[in-house]
């Protein structure tokens, strides 16, 4: 008989029990596989919810820029969870993006999503935030093709999988800017979207939002690496009690943490307003760091291989922010080199990963919450 303790479970479980309480569920992004081992294991240790996700992006059927498809990721995930003993977390499709929404871009997506459900995902985001129609006259005419979009992906969903689910969804594209600066999503623009995705039977438990983040690295006009603090907490804190003034059940997903305080997210992010606070390149950027003190000559060689690739796409930007924006897709070019490295430097990596997890889990209170969960599905 299969031990299925340590399979992963629906995050429809840890959204429902956990929004509007204290805490933010810690969703980690592990494009780099070898980070994996810390991040289970301090989610272990203090006993808080995990979510681990790749976006389309990385993680397609042909292998994304990870080199590793869904079956791949979900193989790995459930290995390392058995391995450390790790009974609440959730395997989650992230940024499952829809750039055109044409029957083709439709019919790919779908394609992605069954070899998703197929590798036994349990949590899905759907992005199509791309589609705005800034022509539109009123907001539900702008937010019409996302609405579409989303509600074809959502019904292929429940369409196809026999085991309950979570399910985000976006409104307002991160980091996107006008003359202004960063675009905010308003509060009756996530409104307006989850009142037309519940009508149309969709019924999401988290919501991305632009609130001022931006995905990856933040830097400076001079190329130099900087803190990100452009979230506006005010606005994601008014986005939060206008869903819960309309009586929906749903709350944000935070994107765009690298770089973020963590003193900054322990003491001002509105934790449980903001449910799931998600955590990438920054996991990245410590495998880098130690690759080039632990392996210089490959980090060397994904370095040079990365300037010398996406020079000529970004000419006004200095060598360090090219690597910082673009090393993520080094990780294909280098994977076996990559997964080969030698077992001190695979325990430099558990050892960082791990303490920089278990910040982030105080800073998300997480400790301790899993038992929540627990006690919910008991």
């Known amino acids: 008989m299969s031990d299925n303790r340590y399979e992963p479970i629906p995050s429809s479980i840890l959204f429902n029990n956990l929004m509007d309480r204290e805490t933010i569920i810690l969703a980690a992004n592990t494009r780099i596989a070898l980070v994996m081992r810390g991040i289970f294991q301090a989610a272990k240790d203090v006993d808080a919810p995990l979510i681990v996700e790749l976006a389309r992006s990385e ?7 990870s080199g590793l498809t869904p079956a791949d990721f979900s193989r790995r995930a459930r290995e390392m969870a058995k391995e450390v003993g790790l009974d609440v977390w959730s395997l989650h499709a992230d940024h499952i993006g829809i750039k055109k929404g044409t029957d083709e871009d439709i019919g790919s997506t779908k394609a992605l999503v069954s070899g998703q459900i197929e590798a036994g995902f349990t949590s899905f985001a759907i992005d199509a935030s791309h ?24 019904k292929h969903i429940q369409e196809n999988i026999d085991w309950d689910y979570g399910l985000e969804v976006e409104v307002g594209e991160i980091g996107r800017e006008d003359a202004h600066g960063r675009v905010l999503t308003r509060p009756e623009e996530a409104v307006t979207f989850i009142k037309a995705l519940n009508e149309n039977g969709v019924y999401p438990q988290v919501i991305a ?21 452009t979230i506006d907490i005010e606005q994601t804190r008014a986005v939060a009690q206008a869903l819960k003034d309309n009586d929906l059940e749903v709350r944000i997903a935070q994107h765009g943490i690298t770089g973020t305080p963590r003193d900054m997210i322990h003491n001002h992010f509105p934790h449980g307003d903001i449910v799931k606070g998600n955590v990438a390149t920054f996991y990245q950027n410590v495998v880098w760091d130690i ?27 200095s060598d360090n922010e090219i690597f910082g924006k673009f090393s993520k897709f080094a990780v294909r070019q280098f994977f076996d080199r ?41």
Do not use: C
């Open 131 to 154: 589609l705005f129609n800034f022509q539109g006259g009123n907001l539900r005419e702008e937010l019409a093709d996302n609405i579409d979009a989303t509600t074809k992906i959502a």
């Open 338 to 378: 990559i997964y080969s490295v030698n077992d001190d430097t695979q325990k430099a990596i558990d050892a960082m990963v791990y303490a920089e997890t278990l910040l982030f889990l105080k800073a998300f209170k997480a400790e301790g919450t899993a038992r929540i969960v627990r006690d919910a599905i008991k």
């Open 59 to 65: 993680s397609n059927l042909e292998g994304g820029y």
């Open 291 to 317: 690759f080039n003190i632990y392996e210089p000559e490959l980090y060397q060689d994904i370095w040079d291989w990365t300037v010398g690739t996406y020079k000529k796409k970004a000419p006004e930007k």
């Open 209 to 229: 939002i632009a609130n001022g983040s931006a995905h990856g690295n933040t830097y400076d006009a001079s190329g130099n690496l900087i803190e990100q603090v």
